[in-house]
């Protein structure tokens, strides 16, 4: 069984570009979590998607917005980059579905590496 | 609200063992926790949901206080293959899932 995938593995984008991610998850799982994890720290709560719609969302700015398609695989969207969004952006994915708690297990991709220069 | 772990950092030789803690000021929904190893995205080891549950498999458990405030991981026999960061994952009534800021366990041989 495939497990998360995501592209690209790098990105390199300028101040003030915009930033596309993209994620797929298992087979059967509705629920998509984006993470940012900058050098050195924790794991930041992004976003939360599940049968296309947003659950709930982490505390960052509005420039940070996404997406889950029909066939759940779902775009991360970082907009007027700014040097301190270079960072590995994960992304895991569960059979969660239509709840507002998270009780499954998150299964992550390896994560897309963004560098803004 | 981050909830605090602790310690921050651990240092074990092969074959001891570790608790590492993760505690918030109010009630929890769930904790799970997960394990990083450098460069590597994280692996999910357990969730808790209930308050006074005990989980565990091989030789790693987890518990979750009867208020549901605080969790504890526990590592008996700790083996190389355990280095790496530890991070509780928790979600308060109310707010956001969020992680704590991880406890870095290295083991020698």
């Known amino acids: 069984e495939a497990g998360v995938t995501q592209s690209p593995t790098h990105l390199i984008k300028t101040r003030g570009q915009q930033a596309t991610l993209r994620c797929s998850p298992i087979?059967?799982?509705?629920?998509v979590y984006w993470y940012q994890q900058a050098l050195g720290l924790g794991l930041q709560f992004l976003l939360w998607y599940d049968e296309g719609e947003e659950r709930n969302r982490g505390n960052f700015p509005p420039r940070f917005s996404g997406r889950q398609f029909p066939n759940y695989s779902s775009e991360l969207n970082v907009n007027a980059l700014e040097l301190e969004d270079s960072a590995l952006y994960l992304c895991?994915?569960?059979?969660?579905?239509?709840?507002?708690?998270?009780?499954?297990?998150?299964?992550f991709g390896p994560g897309t590496r963004l560098t803004v220069l | 609200q981050q909830p605090v772990q602790s310690p921050q950092a651990v240092i074990l030789r092969e074959g001891e063992d570790a608790v590492i803690n993760c505690s918030s000021s109010k009630a929890l929904y769930s904790v799970h926790w997960y394990r990083q190893k450098h460069g590597e995205a994280p692996v999910f080891l357990m969730i808790l949901l209930k308050g006074g549950e005990q989980k565990g498999h091989d030789k790693i458990s987890a518990s979750f206080n009867e208020k549901k405030q605080q969790s504890s991981l526990y590592l008996t026999a700790s083996q190389l293959s355990y280095s790496g960061t530890y991070f509780c994952?928790?979600?308060?009534?109310?707010?956001?899932?969020?992680f704590g800021p991880g406890t870095r366990l290295s083991v020698l041989p």
């Open positions: 895991a994915s569960s059979q969660q579905e239509g709840r507002t708690i998270l009780t499954d297990t998150q299964y």
């Open positions: 087979s059967g799982h509705t629920s």
């Open positions: 994952g928790t979600h308060n009534y109310g707010q956001n899932f969020v």
